[in-house]
């Protein structure tokens, strides 16, 4: 099979942690770079999960914090559960 040349821009931190994990493991920035390739190529998706809480500010971490405060609050001083009424124009 033919081979070219595939060229990356990256930070230069990333760069030498990944090149210092493949020396750790046995290989190259080359040889990782081609297996996420092929694993792409293979299960057609990332093979890894791809989240980003940042768009949604109900997962920011000072709302998440404010949460689990706010439930141990009604639960050690006792809440009323109301039932969920959804919008119709949602």
Avoid: W
């Amino acid at each position: 099979m033919a081979q070219t040349t595939l060229s990356v821009r990256m930070d230069e931190e990333v760069k030498r942690g990944l090149e210092a994990f493949c020396a750790d493991v046995g290989m190259n920035t080359s040889v990782a770079i081609n297996m996420f390739a092929k694993a792409v190529l293979r299960e057609r998706r990332l093979p890894f999960e791809v989240v980003s809480y940042n768009l949604d500010p109900f997962y920011s971490p000072a709302n998440q914090e404010r949460l689990v405060k706010a439930k141990e609050r009604m639960e050690r001083n006792g809440g009323t559960a109301h039932e969920l009424i959804e919008d119709e124009n949602d």
